[in-house]
């Protein structure tokens, strides 16, 4: 007879009813397999994961509030959303304990600290945590389990990563939700709905085991890089936050609280042996990273450290204080420069704004004309959004020709060309309709654009100005790069409060409705839309339509400044 693996000593709870039974018929079947054989080593293996599984282990859920909010603010810095979500399912378990916990998406550039979050989440709610990646999964069965009569048959990841928690509420981490590849991705999208919905998560299978599970009173944080990507059935279950990137003055403040002291520690170094001060770590940021988060912030200052330890290793004892001027001794040549804006107005160059994955970017767009057929040629790698943002703007100009003092004949004597800078770069998005549309309105008029002043907006047709997306992102680049007046759709007001407050303080934030409201605020001697007393015309002459101009401007940033 063969001995039977014993139960371990230290599963407190029971095992519930169906899994007691599941564990009793496979030690009878145990008994009667020849030992050594591989089929009795498939039922001790999973025997062993039938016994270890968490069926009823469950961590405390009774974290104060007031301490899980201090905790949150003293360990993180920025995610106010998130932090407010968790705080109020907090308050509501609190009325209702069988609420289900939530499932919070985290949507944002890398290295912005959407993982580390749920670690800090974990830390205040003193449950344990446990992370996995779905980034380029293909096989169903590595998320959720092969069956165990396959020759291959294992626990899925999100099995084993309860196992590792102990208990069946931890905190779990799913990242890259957005970049499931192929038809494999479909079905391990399957599993992320069962996982997610609140009627079937209450009884999650792993193909392994062959039994469900309760886990909907886990708090599940699921994090990607665009949210375009994450799958729309998927989307249905989820709490969306977006973590756009951080401002200058968030990333230094970042760089004090956490990154320096962790990274000396790290390397065995204090603030006897390295000193960064705030001006340097200013210029790390400027001209060493390009990014919305900190993860590239963060290898320069380990970069610095290591340069500082090997002195003391070769027994340099003097304290290290980096200079900007010292700078490029430790990191070698400046990576990034700040793009270069103009220092005059001129014609036919205007300042756009971009989104990217490393966050907001200035968008230089030029434009001239030649003698031609009425051409109109882009060239910069644009994509499909952007080449038909070009047509639409062009339209409009053409349709205002009597308002910008054009002649009709220029639209079939001239061709214009429009450049977008850095070509080798794609570029795609409806956010650079009225940059486009001002540079052309720039060419064939004549008019130069104010150099100070950066835009990001759609156009359509009839010239209104659309919404664009990544407004908090846009004018932290506007404000890096030294622009002080920013044009955005008066539809975005709604994102005003996403842009931090040092930089709104900062820059003059000017809402437009349409697009004759671009021309007048950025092209100089635009004749302005002739004033109407009652039923009759006031016409205005060249001096005094040049000073309505002005006026108008200037009332438009004082009545239009957010």
């Known amino acids: 007879m063969r001995a039977v693996p014993p139960m371990p000593r230290n599963a407190a709870p029971p095992l519930p009813v169906e899994v007691a039974r599941q564990a009793q018929r496979e030690m009878d079947r145990l008994r009667r397999l020849p030992s050594g054989t591989p089929e009795?080593?498939?039922?001790?293996?999973?025997?062993?994961?039938?016994?270890?599984?968490?069926?009823?282990?469950?961590?405390?859920?009774?974290?104060?509030?007031?301490?899980?909010?201090?905790?949150?603010?003293?360990?993180?810095?920025?995610?106010?959303?998130?932090?407010?979500?968790?705080?109020?399912?907090l308050a509501v378990r609190q009325l209702k304990p069988d609420l289900p916990g939530p499932a919070l998406c985290l949507v944002g550039p890398p290295g912005t600290g959407k993982s580390s979050l749920g670690a800090a989440a974990a830390r205040a709610l003193q449950r344990p945590f446990a992370r996995l990646s779905v980034s380029g999964t293909s096989d169903v069965g590595e998320?959720?389990?092969?069956?165990?009569?396959?020759?291959?048959?294992?626990?899925?990841?999100?099995?084993?990563?309860?196992?590792?928690?102990?208990?069946?509420?931890?905190?779990?981490?799913?990242?890259?939700?957005?970049?499931?590849?192929?038809?494999?991705?479909?079905r391990v999208l399957e599993v992320l709905v069962e996982l997610l919905s609140p009627e079937s998560s209450s009884r999650f299978t792993d193909r392994?085991?062959?039994?469900?599970?309760?886990?909907?009173?886990?708090?599940?944080?699921?994090?990607?890089?665009?949210?375009?990507?994450?799958?729309?059935?998927?989307?249905?279950?989820?709490?969306?936050?977006?973590?756009?990137?951080?401002?200058?003055?968030?990333?230094?403040?970042?760089?004090?609280?956490?990154?320096?002291?962790?990274?000396?520690?790290?390397?065995?170094?204090?603030?006897?042996?390295?000193?960064?001060?705030?001006?340097?770590?200013?210029?790390?940021?400027?001209?060493?990273?390009?990014?919305?988060?900190v993860r590239s912030f963060d290898r320069q200052i380990?970069?610095?450290?290591?340069?500082?330890?090997?002195?003391?290793?070769?027994?340099?004892?003097?304290?290290?204080?980096?200079?900007?001027?010292?700078?490029?001794?430790?990191?070698?040549?400046?990576?990034?420069?700040?793009?270069?804006?103009?220092?005059?107005?001129?014609?036919?160059?205007?300042?756009?704004?971009?989104?990217?994955?490393?966050?907001?970017?200035?968008l230089v767009?030029?434009?001239?004309?030649?003698p031609g057929t009425g051409r109109v040629?882009?060239?910069?790698?644009?994509?499909?959004?952007?080449?038909?943002?070009?047509?639409?703007?062009?339209?409009?100009?053409r349709s205002r020709a009597d308002l910008l003092e054009i002649d009709a004949e220029a639209f079939s004597t001239y061709d214009i060309h429009i450049h977008f800078p850095a070509a080798g770069v794609p570029k795609d998005g409806p956010s650079a309709g009225i940059t486009v549309g001002l540079v052309i309105a720039s060419v064939l008029s004549e008019k130069p654009i104010r150099h100070?002043?950066?835009?990001?907006?759609?156009?359509?047709?009839?010239?209104?100005?659309?919404?664009?997306?990544?407004?908090?992102?846009?004018?932290?680049?506007?404000?890096?790069a030294g622009i002080r007046t920013l044009l955005f759709p008066a539809a975005n007001l709604k994102d005003i409060g996403d842009v931090p407050e040092d930089v709104r303080s900062r820059l003059e934030l000017v809402p437009v409705v349409n697009m004759d409201e671009v021309l007048g605020l950025a092209l100089h001697r635009v004749i302005v839309p002739q004033r109407i007393a009652g039923d009759f015309v006031i016409e205005?002459?060249?001096?005094?339509?040049?000073?309505?101009?002005?006026?108008?401007?200037?009332?438009?940033?004082?009545?239009r400044r957010v």
């Open 40 to 89: 009795a080593a498939q039922v001790r293996a999973y025997l062993h994961w039938l016994w270890n599984v968490p069926w009823n282990v469950t961590a405390a859920e009774d974290a104060d509030l007031a301490h899980v909010q201090s905790v949150l603010e003293s360990e993180h810095l920025g995610l106010a959303k998130a932090k407010e979500r968790i705080l109020e399912y």
């Open 143 to 186: 998320l959720g389990g092969v069956p165990r009569t396959s020759p291959a048959g294992q626990p899925g990841k999100i099995l084993r990563a309860l196992h590792e928690a102990g208990v069946k509420n931890p905190i779990l981490m799913i990242d890259g939700v957005d970049r499931l590849v192929g038809e494999g991705g479909l």
């Open 208 to 293: 392994y085991l062959g039994l469900p599970l309760d886990l909907s009173h886990a708090v599940l944080f699921l994090c990607a890089n665009n949210l375009d990507f994450v799958p729309d059935p998927l989307q249905e279950h989820l709490e969306v936050i977006e973590v756009p990137g951080y401002s200058e003055e968030e990333k230094l403040e970042i760089a004090r609280r956490f990154l320096v002291p962790r990274e000396l520690q790290a390397h065995g170094l204090t603030t006897r042996d390295l000193v960064i001060p705030d001006g340097t770590l200013q210029a790390m940021v400027r001209s060493y990273t390009l990014e919305a988060g």
């Open 302 to 362: 380990a970069t610095l450290c290591r340069k500082v330890a090997r002195a003391r290793v070769l027994g340099d004892r003097s304290r290290h204080v980096i200079t900007v001027e010292g700078l490029e001794g430790y990191l070698g040549h400046r990576l990034y420069a700040q793009e270069a804006l103009e220092k005059e107005d001129e014609v036919g160059v205007a300042t756009g704004l971009a989104w990217t994955a490393a966050g907001g970017e200035i």
């Open 365 to 370: 767009v030029e434009a001239l004309k030649m």
């Open 377 to 397: 040629v882009t060239t910069g790698q644009l994509g499909e959004v952007m080449k038909e943002s070009v047509q639409a703007a062009h339209s409009y100009v």
């Open 452 to 480: 100070d002043i950066a835009m990001t907006g759609e156009v359509s047709l009839r010239g209104k100005v659309l919404v664009v997306g990544g407004l908090r992102e846009k004018a932290l680049a506007a404000y890096r």
């Open 540 to 559: 205005l002459d060249e001096q005094e339509a040049a000073e309505e101009s002005q006026d108008a401007v200037r009332a438009a940033r004082g009545a």
